[in-house]
């Protein structure tokens, strides 16, 4: 929102035809003259709106622009005197990102928004003035793209107006729409700044408004403002690259031709079909160039094919699969399932006569104008069906995207600007996002916003694990998460999602259960590492965690990381042992899943937590190594096996078809439930299985043992943390 000059050197029409400026240039050229003579109507529409209200009617025929007229002459008479870098009135900055807006296809609320978002922060004009003259909703919109002063903030300034901005995008995209057509006009214009200052925010649009770009959808932004990074950050390759561009200037395109004939062949079929060459952006061309190591005339663009319908799409690829020869690795189907940002469409890529391959888009027109414009084509999603007014200072609640909910969630637990800033960065810089399907209710009963229609979705970045699914599905309530199903098999937290698992993640009862360090090099997303730096940071037997934010109907909830109230506490800790710590609270070890009448000792660990281990398991020896000084427990009753408890056990055995089956059966028949199950592939006809159980009555144990062994094929079952005996691994 900074007053930036122009800059002749504008590397954003390098590589299109010699003396005709794009449509959008002229209509930015008509603006600024305009401009200059002043905010004087004609026909009751001020000349400088002219064109943006021209562009604006070609999306929404039946617009209103009395509102529009009358925000440009508020804009325009508090902006007045003020002058841009270039000399230009500051005016005509408003102006150009309202056009870029307009011919995006943004609705009215949108531009009038445009053309006053720098009105509050550079001018008298105050919030309550554009609320009492425009309405709420434009107001939330100009307060959402509004910065925050340096004067009060220091450097935290930037990152804390990028925090205010996402979190009014959570209920508004809108807000970053017009944020983002305000820094491409910026970035169009930023050749007057030092280059010192030049290459802060090009790195900053780089790291975080591309990615929202990409995010949001909006590739017409996003394709424009990464050439325009790609020159200022990295100017020899950009300029090698524009220069293989142009070397191609003269030559025959390839595919112009094979357009040609698939224009033919889709009109012999019967099919209404536009076919368009689509050329690359340059860092697009400078991608491929990287990927090929070499590139044809072929690689400079791709084939567009629009259509009316959704099911014309695939008459299209069934036409250019059987008249051309396809390349099957470049298949992707986008329509059947969308990416995470709303782009539909479906990807192949044909070769031509010559041996040429030619990349191939289908879509609809529809998708089309999504594909570009994203959210912004959407319109006002957050209209009231009535007709009113959103309610003051309660927004309307949108199905969110998944990503959006986990920085909105997590950036409400990261007050520290840098923190917030380093993280924010890198969950932007995940390039892919997946969506995974999760079964059962949030921890806690808490909605899951990011869900979609079927209550169990969460888009995640690709590589998330099971730890990142299981905190953005529970939030902090994970810490006592023990494992997951992977498509219905059992897995590792630290197991790799990918896009449409189903997933059950498997929760401890034990509200006392934390995370280990190990979680930290699973967790890919911030608010999975955040939450579990936390965690791991509380000082054994250290202060309560902050208040846990009050439910719905105002009671506190409690936070997952906060000590447990008595009645909280599972029945296996506090009620079957106990430690001589006063207000310890009791965790079995999952290592050696100890029961009555094991005997027992305890260590204290971090979150005023004395973890109990059976006293020949192998974790004790290695505590007492390093110098932990042991804490007393003994179990409650003494001994009499009386309560639940929890136990794992290993099954050896000989490899055959189901003995999965026969053993879980066994273990049913004695009245114990199934926490986690694991089964190691065979070695030499032999195979270990190994069970987390859960059993209503320690005393159970020796029974539950000997109806595993009785299962034909199996020839041992230990404890787990019991030395094994070498009888076990040759029977």
């Known amino acids: 929102m900074s007053a930036e000059a122009t800059n002749p050197g504008n590397p ?59 925000a440009y002459q508020l804009a325009e008479s508090s902006h007045r005197g003020q002058l841009r870098k270039s000399g230009e009135p500051y005016i005509t900055h408003p102006l150009a990102v309202t056009l870029i807006l307009a011919e995006l296809g943004a609705e009215t609320t949108t531009l009038t928004a445009s053309l006053l978002h720098d009105t509050v922060e550079d001018t008298e004009v105050t919030l309550d003035q554009v609320r009492a003259e425009f309405g709420a909703e434009v107001c939330y919109l100009v307060d959402g793209v509004t910065k925050l002063e340096k004067v009060d903030y220091g450097a935290a300034a930037e990152p804390e107006t990028f925090r205010k901005m996402l979190v009014a995008t959570g209920s508004d995209v809108r807000v970053m729409s017009i944020k983002l057509a305000d820094r491409l006009h910026n970035m169009r214009t930023l050749g007057v700044m030092r280059p010192e200052k030049q290459v802060r925010i090009a790195k900053v649009t780089r790291d975080v408004l591309i990615p929202l770009a990409e995010r ?27 220069r293989l561009v142009r070397s191609y200037a003269g030559r025959p395109d390839p595919l ?46 791709r084939l567009l094919v629009l259509v009316a319908e959704d099911a014309d799409c695939y008459a299209v690829l069934g036409e250019l699969h059987t008249c051309f020869t396809p390349v099957v690795s470049e298949f992707k189907d986008f329509i059947a399932a969308p990416k995470f940002n709303l782009y539909q469409s479906l990807h192949t890529a044909v070769s031509g006569e010559a041996g040429e391959i030619a990349e191939t888009l289908i879509r609809t027109h529809q998708m089309h104008r999504v594909a570009e414009a994203g959210v912004i084509a959407l319109g006002n999603p957050y209209a009231p069906t009535d007709g009113a007014d959103a309610p003051e200072g309660e927004r309307a609640d949108p199905t969110r995207p998944g990503w959006l909910d986990r920085l909105l ?17 890198d969950d932007l810089a995940q390039d892919r996002e997946i969506t995974v399907f999760c079964t059962g209710a949030p921890a806690g009963g808490v909605p899951d916003r990011s869900a979609g229609p079927a209550g169990g979705a969460i888009g995640l970045p690709a590589g998330a694990s099971c730890v990142d699914a299981a905190y953005a599905r529970h939030g902090e309530a994970a810490h006592c998460c023990i494992g997951a199903r992977v498509n219905g098999r059992l897995a590792t937290l630290g197991t790799v999602l990918h896009d449409g698992d189903s997933l059950d993640l498997l929760m401890a009862p034990d509200s006392a259960a934390g995370p280990s360090p190990e979680w930290l090099d699973h967790a890919r997303t911030p608010a999975a590492r955040l939450a579990i730096s936390r965690w791991l940071a509380r000082p054994p037997g250290g202060g309560e965690p902050p208040a846990a934010p009050a439910g719905r109907g105002g009671e506190r909830r409690r936070a997952p990381g906060d000590r447990p109230t008595e009645p909280d506490r599972e029945a296996a800790a506090s009620g079957l042992a106990v430690a001589d710590l006063p207000g310890a609270t009791v965790r079995l070890a999952g290592c050696c899943t100890p029961v009555p009448p094991d005997t027992v000792t305890g260590f204290a660990v971090r979150g005023g937590t004395v973890t109990v281990h059976r006293a020949l398991c192998p974790a004790v020896a290695r505590m007492a190594a390093m110098g932990r000084q042991p804490v007393g427990v003994r179990w409650r009753g003494a001994g009499k ?18 003995l999965l089956a026969d053993l879980t059966e066994a273990i049913a028949a004695e009245g114990a439930a199934v926490v986690s199950a694991a089964v190691e592939p065979p070695h030499e006809q032999l195979v270990r ?35 094994r005996p070498a009888a076990a691994i040759r029977p």
């Open 641 to 658: 096996g009386g309560h639940g408890c929890r136990v794992t056990l290993l099954a050896e055995a000989f490899s055959r078809p189901h």
């Open 216 to 242: 949001l959808g909006v590739q017409a932004l996003k394709t424009e403002l990464e050439d325009l990074v790609f020159a200022i950050l990295h100017p020899e390759e950009y300029a090698t690259t524009r």
């Open 689 to 723: 299985h190994t069970y987390t159980l859960h059993l209503p009555n320690a005393a159970g144990l020796p029974s539950l043992m000997r109806a595993m062994r009785q299962v034909p094929g199996v020839f041992d079952v230990l404890r787990a943390g019991r030395p």
């Open 12 to 70: 954003e029409a390098a590589g299109r035809k010699r003396g005709r400026p794009r449509p959008a240039l002229r209509g930015l050229r008509r603006i600024g003259r305009a401009a200059l003579l002043g905010p004087t109507p004609r026909d009751g529409l001020p000349d400088a709106l002219e064109h943006v209200a021209k562009v604006h009617r070609r999306h929404h025929p039946d617009a209103g622009l009395h509102i529009l007229s009358k």
């Open 256 to 301: 112009a031709a094979i357009a040609e004939r698939a224009r033919t062949i889709l009109a012999d079929a019967g099919i209404d079909a536009e076919v368009l060459v689509r050329p690359r952006h340059f860092v697009s061309v400078h991608r491929v160039l990287l990927a090929r190591g070499q590139l044809t005339g072929a690689d400079l663009g």
């Open 409 to 425: 969630e997590w950036q409400r637990t990261t007050p520290d600007p840098d923190t917030f800033w380093t993280s924010l960065r």
